[in-house]
């Protein structure tokens, strides 16, 4: 039941093309694959420098909690995979992209390769837009999220390290580039730096970007220009450190 959208650069290439895979944001609970951070900002910058884009959907936490989603984002890189030639894409340079549940979700297939039945070539990076990176720090406290609660379901406890992509940090990660807003409220900037701090710390390499001012849900044409900017800067350098695209 769950589809994805495809956008093809508009020369194509004759040889197959990267691609990026996009997963949308939304509390786990909402959202969808037309969200407005691709098919309006980031979407349009990617097929400027020749990449494809997959924009795909997940089952949503309100009837499935985890690890329902993983499973779905999954499927759609077997499904990729499977369609490489038809598609005219490399299945060895994909990129993930995601924010905010998207960005957990991306980061949480990057570095925990067991999804059961599904099969496909590793990413070569993430890019992780205000993700959550550590259950543990969202469920215990007085500020507990009920948004991470639903996702993991009614035994949520037993999940957080399951689920938190900073279990599964190994030296053999793929790079990342993670970006936060410093006055985000509904995911700590200590979220970020936690996976950034943990990437490194094993001998990965991570960039991380914050964003002054930059509230939760930011996507880039509302940020002021100069901001706008440097985003769109560590994309290109991203892209090209990851063999993306070619480097000038």
Not at 199 to 224: K, M, Q, S, V
Request: aromatic share 10%.
């Amino acid at each position: 039941s769950q589809t994805l959208d495809f956008y093809r650069p508009q020369h194509r290439a004759s040889a197959a093309t990267p691609l990026v895979v996009y997963i949308h944001g939304g509390g786990w609970r909402s959202g969808n694959k037309s969200n407005r951070l691709i098919t309006t900002a980031y979407g349009p910058f990617f097929l400027q420098h020749g990449i494809a884009v997959a924009s795909i959907d997940y089952r949503l936490h309100s009837k499935n909690p985890y690890p329902d989603q993983n499973d779905d984002v999954a499927c759609a890189l077997s499904y990729l995979n499977i369609r490489a030639q038809e598609l005219n894409i490399n299945p060895q340079k994909v990129i993930l992209f995601g924010d905010s549940a998207g960005g957990q979700l991306a980061a949480l297939t990057a570095l925990n390769a067991d999804h059961n039945q599904y099969r496909y070539e590793p990413p070569r990076g993430v890019i992780d837009f205000y993700g959550v990176s550590d259950f543990s720090g969202l469920i215990s406290g007085q500020h507990s999220d009920a948004n991470a609660r639903r996702y993991l379901g009614p035994d949520y406890h037993s999940y957080i390290a399951q689920a938190s992509p900073v279990t599964y940090i190994r030296p053999d990660a793929p790079r990342f580039l993670i970006v936060h807003g410093t006055k985000d409220k509904v995911v700590p900037m200590s979220q970020s730096q936690e996976l950034y701090d943990g990437l490194t710390t094993a001998g990965n390499t991570a960039h991380y970007l914050t964003i002054p001012g930059a509230r939760h849900g930011f996507i880039g044409p509302e940020l002021p220009r100069a901001q706008y900017q440097i985003i769109q800067r560590h994309l290109t350098t991203f892209l090209q450190e990851t063999a993306m695209v070619e480097t000038e």
